[in-house]
């Protein structure tokens, strides 16, 4: 039976990767079976842009799917205006916080216009604003979420300086809203079913507000997995790619670290991206002469990215924090392994059969075993192939299909427990 769904997606876009590929993924798998309205504010780089999605609506349709665009006004353009000039990015919160009273009062005026079986709070992923639609007398389901987990503390020696304070105050202020937030304790309470995005955040959320939650990964995989490029086994060289904006979270530099430390150097490493540290790490390796290990191939499209993870044999995350990036996904489907740290969301999707984790150590300790592991493949090249194989094996479960029972069952549990709540009440 289709449910009537008021979906608060907040960002989306049909060509955009991140939060706004979570909500895209979810309303054209989702709407198959159900009617959504989804309500959003950014389809662009800021909040309150929405040209990219007005613009495709006009030429596309999507079946049982209606998308209501929540317009921002003069207060909360003001508040996010150091946001949108990159000089104070935490003003975005005030922003999105006015923002997200607005999508509450849309919501109430949906409500009373149309019949809502249930309401789905699905972004942005991140904990820290609730929103308000927790209030309305339905149905309420929360998640994924996550952005409870704080950096490991060994883990901060890899970040420049100014990453180690922004750290710190990220450290202070998510410990204060985890503890003392008195509405992310009340949305959380009022949730009827709540769901977290990695295992970790599950535990501590287990651990601070009682609540058991099921875990689901914000993204999978929405296109044909295939073991699309086999004849790179045949080479001498083996192609690792790194993907992602060279910052200090992302942590390129234990890779770079690494490769000054193997035996061998039939190794090239793809890295794909810009940021603020690129041209500081391009001068660590050509001052630790390295240089010529690494391919430097800037922002490029999507397209682009896929022709050079089907040319490689192993992906490489080194980030020091993380949801479930996307990139994981875009590698599973053509059969690329990944190389990670053991935590955030790449510890619950690898294993052994599609994957390397790296322990959570010290930074001399990390690196010391990512060496080993570039040296042991280097030595063992078919370890690459069965590693493949499994990865294409292991990626059948991450299917965006696999997903749907999925949420059919929590959206019928969050209507169960609705429904056992106003009995006792």
């Known amino acids: 039976?289709?449910?009537?769904?008021?979906?608060?997606?907040?960002?989306?876009?049909?060509?955009?990767?991140?939060?706004?590929?979570?909500?895209?993924?979810?309303?054209?798998?989702?709407?198959?079976?159900?009617?959504?309205?989804?309500?959003?504010?950014?389809?662009?780089?800021?909040?309150?842009?929405?040209?990219?999605?007005?613009?495709?609506?006009?030429?596309?349709?999507?079946?049982?799917?209606?998308?209501?665009?929540?317009?921002?006004?003069?207060?909360?353009?003001?508040?996010?205006?150091?946001?949108?000039?990159?000089?104070?990015?935490?003003?975005?919160?005030?922003?999105?916080?006015?923002?997200?009273?607005?999508?509450?009062?849309?919501?109430?005026?949906?409500?009373?216009?149309?019949?809502?079986?249930?309401?789905?709070?699905?972004?942005?992923?991140?904990?820290?604003?609730?929103?308000?639609?927790?209030?309305?007398?339905?149905?309420?389901?929360?998640?994924?979420?996550?952005?409870?987990?704080?950096?490991?503390?060994?883990?901060?020696?890899?970040?420049?300086?100014?990453?180690?304070?922004?750290?710190?105050?990220?450290?202070?202020?998510?410990?204060?809203?985890?503890?003392?937030?008195?509405?992310?304790r009340k949305a959380i309470k009022r949730t009827d079913v709540l769901l977290a995005a990695t295992s970790e955040n599950g535990a501590i959320i287990k651990k601070i507000f009682e609540k058991d939650t099921p875990i689901i990964t914000e993204n999978a995989i929405h296109t044909k997995i295939e073991f699309v490029n086999i004849d790179k086994f045949s080479s001498n060289t083996i192609n690792l790619i790194w993907i992602g904006r060279i910052d200090g979270g992302k942590s390129l530099i234990i890779a770079l670290k690494a490769l000054t430390k193997i035996h061998k150097r039939d190794i090239i490493l793809n890295v794909v991206g810009d940021g603020p540290l690129k041209e500081k790490m391009q001068e660590f390796s050509k001052k630790m002469g390295i240089d010529d290990l690494i391919k430097w191939h800037g922002k490029v499209p999507r397209s682009k990215v896929y022709e050079l993870l089907t040319k490689s044999h192993l992906h490489l995350i080194t980030s020091v924090s993380e949801g479930n990036p996307t990139t994981i996904w875009e590698a599973m489907s053509v059969g690329v392994p990944t190389l990670s740290l053991d935590h955030c969301g790449m510890h619950d999707v690898l294993c052994d059969r599609c994957g390397i984790k790296i322990p959570i150590a010290s930074l001399d300790k990390i690196v010391a075993d990512l060496t080993f592991e570039i040296d042991r493949i280097q030595d063992d090249k078919n370890s690459l192939y069965e590693l493949a194989l499994g990865t294409i094996d292991c990626a059948q479960k991450y299917r965006w299909s696999e997903r749907i029972k999925f949420w059919e069952d929590m959206y019928d549990l969050a209507i169960e427990n609705h429904a056992g709540k106003n009995k006792h009440s």
């Not at 909500?23 to 709407?31: G, L, Q, T």
């Not at 006015?98 to 149309?114: N, P």
């Not at 100014?162 to 937030?181: A, H, P």
Request: charged fraction near 20%; hydrophobic fraction near 40%; include cysteine.
């Open 1 to 184: 039976m289709m449910k009537n769904i008021l979906v608060l997606a907040y960002a989306v876009s049909p060509t955009r990767g991140s939060e706004f590929s979570v909500a895209w993924n979810y309303i054209v798998h989702m709407s198959k079976n159900n009617h959504l309205v989804v309500l959003y504010g950014v389809s662009d780089e800021h909040l309150g842009e929405m040209s990219e999605m007005q613009e495709y609506l006009k030429r596309n349709t999507i079946r049982n799917v209606k998308f209501v665009g929540v317009e921002t006004n003069k207060k909360i353009e003001i508040f996010n205006f150091l946001n949108r000039k990159g000089i104070f990015n935490y003003t975005f919160y005030l922003a999105f916080n006015e923002w997200q009273k607005l999508a509450f009062k849309k919501a109430k005026k949906i409500i009373k216009e149309e019949h809502i079986d249930l309401i789905h709070c699905l972004g942005p992923i991140g904990y820290r604003e609730p929103g308000y639609l927790w209030k309305l007398d339905k149905p309420y389901i929360w998640g994924p979420i996550s952005g409870f987990n704080n950096v490991p503390i060994n883990m901060l020696d890899v970040l420049p300086i100014m990453d180690k304070i922004k750290l710190g105050f990220r450290y202070l202020v998510n410990s204060f809203q985890m503890y003392f937030n008195r509405r992310v």
